[in-house]
Structures are given as C-alpha cells and as structure tokens.
C-alpha cells in the first residue's frame, strides 16, 4: 500500500562499531578490555592496527585455543579459570595474560579433558609462531604472531577508526 521499504544503508559509523563488535565477540572480550588493549597498542611503536592484533592473538586463552589444547576461546577461558592451565610450570587464572616468546603453555597433567583436544586433528592449522608438542600437550611460544597468518576476518582500521572519533 505504501510501497517497499528499502533497508537503509548502514552509516561509516554503523560499519565501524559492526567490525569492532565482531572483533569483541570473536575473542570473547568485553568493551572495558577492548579499549584498553586499543589505549595501549596505541603507546606503543609501530602500527596501532598491528600492536592492537598482536596483544589480541597473544592473550592466554586465544594461546590455548589456537594451540589445540581446547575446543573453543569459551573452554579456554573456563580451563584457565579453574587452574588447569601451566604458564611456564606455575598455574595461572588470567585468561588475559599477555604471552611472551619463551613462556610454555601445558595443561595439568591429571587433566581428564585431553582426550577431547584438537591436537590429533589433521585438518588444523597452527600458527607458524608456536612450536606445539603433542606428547606432553604443551605449546611453546617461539616469535611474536605473523601478521599474515592473522586471517580472522576482521578488518582492523575500522576499529582504529571508531576509538579515534
């Protein structure tokens, strides 16, 4: 009667928080994180796009994640809330721990979870900057990430966009 209605065309805003939103998702953090992990990327040298990836993909649960030893970032986070996961031998329970090169991830060894790892899939692709160790379960972090090997489909200058409005 009143004709079609078109669906409007998202604004320069609309896409921005759309891409940082997935980003937040993705990664299971919250706004307050985001924004400070953006705050600090952008103290940084070098390329507040790239710092801001770099401190994404080298948090502890995203670590434990793409090293196979959980099924999803939500099981990672609940393993290292519960104690179940060693940083260099010692048990941490801040899924938000920045990894360094050298630091050894392994989960508990009386872990009854490990039959139900990633570890054993073939189709999975790890990062070139982990030296993963199936044996004893543990991922060693040999380099920083590689930008390149970062495919998660997000598109980083918008979220740079959006926090310097």
């Known amino acids: 009667m009143h004709g ?17 939103q997935k980003a937040k998702r993705l990664y299971g953090i919250q706004e307050n994180q ?26 502890l ?13 939500t099981q990672a986070k609940q393993l290292i809330s519960h104690k179940h996961v060693l940083v260099n031998d010692k048990p941490l329970n801040i899924s938000s721990y920045l990894v360094r090169v050298g630091d050894i ?23 070139s900057w982990m030296d993963i160790n199936k044996q004893n379960q543990s991922i060693k972090i040999t380099s920083n990430p590689i930008r390149e090997e970062i495919a998660s489909g997000i ?11």
């Open 155 to 165: 598109d980083v200058n918008l979220i740079i966009e959006y926090y310097s409005r």
């Open 34 to 59: 985001f924004r400070n992990y953006y705050l600090k990327a952008k103290k940084l040298k070098g390329l507040v796009g790239d710092n801001l990836i770099f401190m994404i993909e080298t948090r």
């Open 4 to 20: 079609i209605k078109r669906a409007k065309k998202p604004t320069d805003y609309g896409i921005q928080l759309r891409a940082k």
């Open 105 to 127: 991830i392994s989960l508990e060894s009386n872990l009854k979870v490990k039959d139900n790892l990633r570890l054993g899939d073939k189709d999975f692709r790890y990062p």
């Open 61 to 73: 649960d995203n670590v434990v994640y793409l090293g196979g030893l959980s099924q999803s970032r």
